[in-house]
Nanobody, 115 residues
Framework: QVRLVESGGGLVQAGGSLRLSCAASGSIFGISLMAWYRQAPGKQREMVATITIGGIKTYADSVKGRFTVSRTSATNALSLQMNSLKPEDTAVYYC?????????WGQGTQVTVSS
């Protein structure tokens, strides 16, 4: 079992920055990949960024060059630095982890970008 808790969401003006954090607890040593997903109202959940246990990162095209995902290996704490935010980045952001073939999710944190 893995428990994930996100923090750092909020309201920001377009062009601003936010940093999201995700604290992992439980059986964290079996985690092979961690990710940030987001879901805007009326839309499907979409991948924002992923990072493997080996540090390989992938990003959605819409956030490349603006967002940076990082992970602290010792604790599997996950972060997402979001710069140059746009109104279309408004969504609930979820932290996810793949652990021994199972997927775990946090409760989500709201990010709202005003124009």
């Amino acid at each position: 079992q893995v428990r994930l808790v996100e923090s750092g969401g909020g309201l920001v003006q377009a062009g601003g920055s936010l940093r999201l954090s995700c604290a992992a607890s439980g059986s964290i040593f079996g985690i092979s990949l961690m990710a940030w997903y987001r879901q805007a109202p009326g839309k499907q959940r979409e991948m924002v960024a992923t990072i493997t246990i080996g540090g390989i990162k992938t990003y959605a095209d819409s956030v490349k060059g603006r967002f940076t995902v990082s992970r602290t290996s010792a604790t599997n704490a996950l972060s997402l630095q979001m710069n140059s935010l746009k109104p279309e980045d408004t969504a609930v952001y979820y932290c996810g982890a793949k652990h021994l073939g199972n997927d775990y999710w946090g409760q989500g944190t709201q990010v709202t970008v005003s124009s």
